[in-house]
Each structure stands twice: as C-alpha cells, then as structure tokens.
C-alpha cells in the first residue's frame, strides 16, 4: 500500500525557478574546491562569513550538490536541485541547507557529517531524507515527501528533528541513536516515529497519527515520551513498546487507536502516567512478559475505552498446523454458514500452506521468501525477509512467539533445515539449523507439545525436538524421509510418519507409523505398507493416517481407506480427502459418506495430462461444518498449441454430507505455456476466531471468506 507517490524523475520535479539560474551539477572534494566555477557565490569559508551556493537550478541524472571532506562553514540556500540523490554530504562539517527544493532518489543523502542543520526545505524522494554515522545536526521545519520514509537514518548522536512534516510509507525511522530530540513533528505513514537500539532520547510534542503505529519504541532505555498526540490509528496503538526499560511515557493523548499502550518481550521497569487513554479498542495491551505489574502504570485517564486493560488471548484460534498438536483440524470457533470474499491479500510467490492465527495477527509464509504479519482486515503489521521459499505453516507459543520452519544454503551450497523463533514484533529471537544429513533438508511445520517443547520433521529422515530457549533436545534419524509434521497425544507421544522404505536396525524404519516418547526414544512402530503424510489422533489415541488406523499400543486397527490428510470431529469421525472426494469414515473403519468432487481420469490422447484433482485437508468448524479447498487442472502439451484449463473452488459440507456451499477461488481460467496447478493450487484452510476462513492460494494471494 503506497500512502505517498515517491518523487524520483526529472519529468515529475516542479521546480520554482523563477529568478534562478542554470547550472550544473556541483562537486566539491575538499576546502579549495569552493571555487565560482563550483557555484561559490560570495563567501571566506570562515564561522561569521560561509561560503554561500544560492540562486542555482540544477536539474541533473548525477547527483545535484555534492560535498565531501571539508571542514569550511558554507551555506546552500535558495536553489533548486534535482538529481540521482539531489543534495549528498561526505564527511563534511560546517554546513547548512535551507529554503531550497531538493528532488532525488534521496533527497539529501548525509554520511559521516557533523556539526550541520538541514531547515527550511522541500525535499522529496524515495527517501526524503537519509542520515548514516552523523552527529551534532539539527534537521528542522523542513516539508518531506517519500515513497519508503520521509527521513531514515543510523548511528546518529547528539542531533534534533524539531517541526517536520509530510509523508510516507513510513514517517521517520532511527536506529543506534543517542541523545536525540524528536519534537513538534508531524510525520505520517504506517508508522509515524519508529526508533530503535537507542539511549537518552526524548520524543516530544509531535502530531504521531500513522496507519499502524503511532510511536514504536524497540530495545531501548532512558527515553522520555511526553505530550504527544497518537491517535486516529485504526491498525495498532499509540505507543508501541518492545523490549525496552526505563522508558517514561507521560502527559501523552492517544485516542481512537486500536490500543493505546502496547508493551511485549520484555518491556518493563518502565514509568507510565498521567496520559489521557480514550476511545480506544484496549487502553493498554500487555504480552505475559510486560504485565502492568512489571512497570509503573499510574495517574492515567481511561475514557471510553472497550477495555482499559487486556493482554494478548491465551488461546488462539488457529495456533499451528491443522489447529493443535493432535492435528484434528477441530477449530472451537463456528466457520461461515454463507460465504463472502472480505480481503484478499497479495504476497510476490506462492501461499502454499494454511496461516497461523493468534492474538489478533494472521501469520503467513510465502514463496517469496517472506513472513507476513497482517491484522484482521488484512492490512499489513509488518514482514520478515528469510533467505529461501517458505512453504510451511508457521506455529505460535503461548507466550507470542512465531515459530517458523524453512530451509538456507550452507557454505558449500547444500540445503540445511533452519527453525526460527520470531517475537510478536517481527524480530528473529533464535534460529536452530540443522546440518545437511541425508537428501533435501526442509523442515515441516513446527508442533508445539503442551511443555512448549517445538517439534519438527526433516525431509532428510530426522524428526527433531527443540526447547523454547532454541536449544536442541534432541534429534532422531528416520529410516525414510518424514514430509509432514510429527501429532502430539494427549498423553505426550509424539507420532511421525515416514516415507521411502530404507530399513535400518539403528533407526526408526522407512514407510512406516512410529510412536516416540518425549525423550526421543522410539515407543513401538509399525509397517503396514505404503507411504505417509502427517498423522492426526484421537482423543482415546488411535492415529489416522493415509487410510490407515493404528491403536495407542501400536496395533493396526484397519488400512486401505480411501483418504489422506486426516482430520477428526468432536464425535471421533475420521474426515479426509481423496482422488473421489470427500469421505466420512467411522471409527470402525466403515464409510459413513462420499461428498464427491471431480474425478481424475485421462483423455485417451497421449499428449495431454490426466485430468488432475486435488484437495486440502480439512478445517472442522465447531458447528460440524467441513471445509476443505479443492483444484482441478488438465492439459495438453501437444502442437499445434500448448493449451489446458483449471479451477479453484473452497467448499463447505454439512456433517450428513450434503453441500453447504462452495466459493469459487478461482474461476475456470486457461493456460496456454504450462500446466494450471500451481496457480490454481490453494493450501490447507484456517478458520479465526469470527468464523472468517482463511486460504493461500498458487496465485500469490491470502484469501478471508467470512460470513455473508
């Protein structure tokens, strides 16, 4: 979402240039380069007589005004410029820039200056105003316009943005500051003052409205916020506090915000007071590791708020893979009785597997190698950037965290797994690899057992268990290749099932159902034939996967029924998928019903593709409502033209087996360069906590179908 256009070419500068002269671009390399031919209009370079560039219009593809290295006072002021970057000081000391209007890829670009003041100006850019290893500035009442911010900048001490204003994707964001004054800004984006990895600070007086963030303040200590204003923020609070203590947030209004206050990982030891809460969704929100307890909260004016207290719900509606350790696919929340598209959102890849949902944030994987976190209206919280596709569910712990499992490129070019822990912020706490064993290292989607522990799957015949600290617990080596997520009993066992016979006396067997106890150790495992997918268990213990039903003591109870991907009711009735559509299977292993899709079948011409079907597993709602995604796709790869058709439709079924309802994903559409599927191809679905429905997509896209 673009809040404000960056301006970045010649064609778009609206530059006032009445009274003004041409001129060239201008680089000054050291003292003895302000010279008239640079620009130099009047001027010694001495404290009471500065060298002076005025009255110039340089419209340029190099950057505008450069000067580097000097330590002589000089003054740009009254000119025009725009260029690559439109105005650029290199360790350059001594200098001001007012009155003027810059244009560039940055505005103006400062690195290693000191002892400078930026006022007065107009400056856009993609970003407006960029700032790297500087101290001693002031950079004030200046109007910036940016695509990504309006000011970023780094490592930067003893300095004050005092009365700025604009806009941008994001307003200004800071981080590694010292002894800084943010004051009487008004700055708008997603966030409007973000600063991080700081000390001695103080954030004052500033208008901080902002899409999603009002003021967001990370791993810093000894920061005063006071007096400003934070609200109308629809999308998160006012004040966002993340691991940071000996913060004083005093005398602020923050009002019709989602939450006023947010604290999580960790913020305490921080002084909250005299603040006026109102209106808001939550006045304040906590995680369980900054309770109000862990700060000094007192003297606040709560008014009208929904609820001037709340923490981040302990339980949440769809925490990991198939909603729960046991992997029933059961949500407790009632999924829609009519359906209605309310958003969609659009990642760069794929959406190969379901999203999980918890504390109001929707976490998402994409092929584009991205972790998204989006609201419940589908806007954008924030992303986190990994090094290779994601094509897992990711699993949230009781305490927030994001538990995220890919795979990376070791130094030698091998795929190893990799398991992330990610705070509710966005931020990677912890990452455990696992080294190149055996085959194609990917990790399956983490399950977290009722001790916190975090369980894994490697496509490389390991299934691992890691302590919320991202400790090893320990790793088992599989006798085949385990491709889904290991299923927790109530009791503790854990359940893998594994792919591609390759027997071994020293580890758990190929093509089989093993039962492991939490230490590891191998409880009993049993061959009945054929290759696997994730188990799911009953509440009495049975484990159903892949046709197959196995007792709590390792006993086959029967095999050969028709589904995979396995999903259990409240009564025990076993729902899964398969290539007839699907089934409702009762616990003696007899078929309760059929809810037939399309049927695979070939065209008796060899150069076209079967007619291929394919389906999610199934989300339960607690109304006994089925859904489950289902794709079809064939295709002829044979002159005179490559051609084929498909389509992506959600359906929803009673529990006797009749439609509900289905909603079409993606309409019939046609290909004509290679088969379908993998944009019609729609992952697992999730169901909220409001009934809405949630399912990636081949096409790039998040979809929320929630109640008509």
Same mark, same amino acid.
């Given at each position: 979402?673009?809040?404000?256009?960056?301006?970045?070419?010649?064609?778009?500068?609206?530059?006032?240039?009445?009274?003004?002269?041409?001129?060239?671009?201008?680089?000054?390399?050291?003292?003895?380069?302000?010279?008239?031919?640079?620009?130099?209009?009047?001027?010694?370079?001495?404290?009471?007589?500065?060298?002076?560039?005025?009255?110039?219009?340089?419209?340029?593809?190099?950057?505008?005004?450069?000067?580097?290295?000097?330590?002589?006072?000089?003054?740009?002021?009254?000119v025009t410029v725009s260029g690559f970057n439109g105005i650029v000081l290199s360790s350059a000391q001594n200098g001001v820039v007012q009155n003027s209007q810059i244009y560039g890829e940055k505005g103006i670009r400062v690195e290693?200056?000191?002892?400078?003041?930026?006022?007065?100006?107009?400056?856009?850019?993609?970003?407006?105003?960029?700032?790297?290893?500087?101290?001693?500035?002031?950079?004030?009442?200046?109007?910036?316009?940016?695509?990504?911010?309006?000011?970023?900048?780094?490592? %930067?001490?003893?300095?004050?943005?005092?009365?700025?204003?604009?806009?941008?994707?994001?307003?200004?964001?800071?981080?590694?500051?010292?002894?800084?004054?943010?004051?009487?800004?008004?700055?708008?984006?997603?966030?409007?003052?973000?600063?991080?990895?700081?000390? =001695?600070?103080?954030?004052?007086?500033?208008?901080?409205?902002?899409? #999603?963030?009002?003021?967001?303040?990370?791993?810093?200590?000894?920061?005063?916020?006071?007096?400003?204003?934070?609200?109308?923020?629809?999308?998160?609070?006012?004040?966002?506090?993340?691991?940071?203590?000996?913060?004083?947030?005093?005398? /602020?209004?923050?009002?019709?915000?989602?939450?006023?206050?947010?604290?999580?990982?960790?913020?305490?030891?921080?002084?909250?007071?005299?603040?006026?809460?109102?209106?808001?969704?939550?006045?304040?929100?906590?995680?369980?590791?900054?309770?109000?307890?862990?700060?000094?909260?007192?003297?606040?004016?709560?008014?009208?708020?929904?609820?001037?207290?709340?923490?981040?719900?302990?339980?949440?509606?769809?925490?990991?893979?198939?909603?729960?350790?046991?992997?029933?696919?059961?949500?407790?929340?009632?999924?829609?009785?009519?359906?209605?598209?309310?958003?969609?959102?659009?990642?760069?890849?794929?959406?190969?597997?379901?999203?999980?949902?918890?504390?109001?944030?929707?976490?998402?994987?994409?092929?584009?190698?991205?972790?998204?976190?989006?609201?419940?209206?589908?806007?954008?919280?924030?992303?986190?950037?990994?090094?290779?596709?994601?094509?897992?569910?990711?699993?949230?712990?009781?305490?927030?965290?994001?538990?995220?499992?890919?795979?990376?490129?070791?130094?030698?070019?091998?795929?190893?797994?990799?398991?992330?822990?990610?705070?509710?912020?966005?931020?990677?706490?912890?990452?455990?690899?696992?080294? /190149?064993?055996?085959?194609?290292?990917?990790?399956?989607?983490?399950t977290i057992g009722s001790d916190g522990t975090i369980y894994t799957s490697d496509v490389g015949f390991r299934t691992l268990a890691v302590n919320p600290d991202g400790t090893l617990r320990w790793v088992l080596q599989t006798g085949?290749?385990?491709?889904?997520?290991?299923?927790?009993?109530?009791?503790?066992?854990?359940?893998?099932?594994?792919?591609?016979?390759?027997?071994?006396?020293?580890?758990?067997?190929?093509?089989?159902?093993?039962?492991?106890?939490?230490?590891?150790?191998?409880?009993?495992?049993?061959?009945?034939?054929?290759?696997?997918?994730?188990?799911?268990?009953?509440?009495?213990?049975?484990?159903?996967?892949?046709?197959?039903?196995?007792?709590?003591?390792?006993?086959? %109870?029967?095999?050969?029924?028709?589904?995979?991907?396995?999903?259990?009711?409240?009564?025990?009735?076993?729902?899964?998928?398969?290539?007839?559509?699907?089934?409702?299977?009762?616990? #003696?292993?007899?078929?309760?019903?059929?809810?037939?899709?399309?049927?695979?079948?070939?065209?008796?011409?060899?150069?076209?593709?079967?007619?291929?079907?394919?389906?999610?597993?199934?989300?339960?709602?607690?109304?006994?409502?089925?859904?489950?995604?289902?794709?079809?796709?064939?295709?002829?790869?044979?002159?005179?033209?490559?051609?084929?058709?498909?389509?992506?439709?959600?359906?929803?079924? /009673?529990?006797?087996?009749?439609?509900?309802?289905?909603?079409?994903?993606?309409?019939?559409?046609?290909?004509?360069?290679?088969?379908?599927?993998?944009?019609?191809?729609?992952?697992?679905?999730?169901?909220?906590?409001?009934?809405?429905?949630?399912?990636?997509?081949? =096409?790039?896209?998040?979809?929320?179908?929630?109640?008509?």
């Open positions: 979402m673009t809040l404000v256009p960056a301006i970045t070419s010649l064609s778009r500068v609206h530059a006032a240039s009445t009274g003004l002269q041409p001129h060239t671009s201008i680089l000054i390399n050291g003292n003895d380069e302000f010279t008239q031919d640079n620009g130099v209009t009047e001027g010694s370079g001495a404290i009471n007589d500065p060298y002076v560039i005025t009255g110039w219009n340089i419209q340029t593809y190099n950057n505008g005004i450069e000067i580097a290295n000097t330590t002589a006072y000089f003054t740009i002021t009254d290693d200056s000191q002892d400078f003041q930026i006022t007065g100006n107009t400056i856009s850019g993609d970003i407006g105003l960029s700032l790297y290893t500087s101290t001693s500035f002031d950079v004030s009442y200046n109007a910036l316009q940016g695509g990504a911010f309006t000011i970023r900048g780094s490592y %930067l001490s003893n300095a004050s943005f005092v009365g700025n204003t604009g806009g941008a994707e994001e307003g200004i964001e800071l981080d590694h500051l010292s002894s800084l004054l943010i004051s009487q800004n008004q700055l708008f984006g997603h966030e409007s003052i973000h600063v991080e990895s700081c000390a =001695d600070t103080t954030i004052d007086s500033n208008n901080a409205s902002a899409h #999603d963030d009002g003021v967001y303040i990370a791993n810093c200590d000894n920061i005063q916020v006071s007096n400003n204003d934070a609200s109308n923020i629809a999308y998160g609070p006012g004040i966002y506090l993340v691991d940071s203590d000996g913060i004083t947030i005093t005398s /602020n209004i923050l009002s019709n915000n989602l939450e006023g206050i947010r604290l999580v990982d960790y913020a305490t030891g921080n002084s909250i007071t005299n603040n006026a809460i109102s209106n808001n969704q939550c006045g304040i929100r906590t995680d369980s590791t900054s309770s109000p307890d862990q700060n000094y909260v007192a003297d606040n004016t709560f008014t009208g708020n929904t609820q001037d207290y709340c923490t981040f719900a302990a339980r949440s509606p769809w925490p990991m893979s198939h909603q729960n350790a046991q992997h029933t696919g059961l949500s407790p929340f009632p999924g829609p009785t009519a359906p209605v598209l309310k958003w969609a959102f659009q990642t760069s890849g794929q959406v190969e597997a379901a999203p999980a949902i918890g504390n109001g944030i929707i976490y998402v994987g994409s092929t584009d190698g991205n972790l998204y976190a989006l609201d419940l209206q589908g806007q954008l919280i924030w992303k986190l950037q990994t090094s290779s596709p994601i094509r897992t569910t990711p699993a949230i712990g009781s305490d927030g965290t994001i538990y995220l499992a890919s795979s990376i490129q070791n130094s030698s070019g091998r795929p190893e797994g990799i398991l992330y822990a990610i705070s509710p912020a966005g931020r990677v706490v912890w990452n455990v690899t696992l080294a /190149n064993f055996q085959g194609y290292d990917s990790l399956s989607s983490p085949g290749e385990v491709f889904d997520s290991p299923a927790v009993g109530q009791d503790g066992t854990l359940y893998v099932a594994t792919d591609d016979d390759n027997p071994s006396p020293t580890v758990v067997c190929g093509q089989c159902v093993a039962a492991l106890n939490p230490d590891g150790s191998v409880k009993w495992s049993l061959r009945p034939g054929g290759g696997f997918g994730f188990p799911a268990v009953g509440s009495d213990g049975t484990v159903y996967v892949d046709g197959v039903a196995v007792s709590s003591n390792g006993t086959l %109870l029967w095999q050969g029924r028709p589904f995979v991907s396995p999903s259990i009711g409240t009564d025990g009735t076993i729902y899964g998928t398969g290539n007839q559509g699907l089934f409702a299977i009762n616990q #003696d292993g007899s078929t309760r019903w059929r809810f037939p899709t399309e049927t695979e079948g070939g065209s008796g011409d060899p150069c076209c593709s079967y007619d291929v079907v394919q389906e999610s597993s199934v989300a339960i709602g607690s109304n006994g409502i089925l859904y489950f995604g289902d794709w079809f796709d064939h295709y002829c790869s044979c002159a005179p033209e490559p051609s084929g058709y498909g389509n992506a439709t959600l359906y929803a079924v /009673n529990p006797d087996g009749t439609q509900a309802w289905n909603f079409v994903i993606q309409p019939t559409i046609t290909c004509s360069t290679s088969p379908c599927q993998q944009t019609l191809s729609l992952s697992d679905p999730a169901i909220g906590s409001d009934g809405t429905i949630y399912i990636g997509s081949g =096409d790039g896209s998040l979809y929320a179908i929630g109640q008509a």
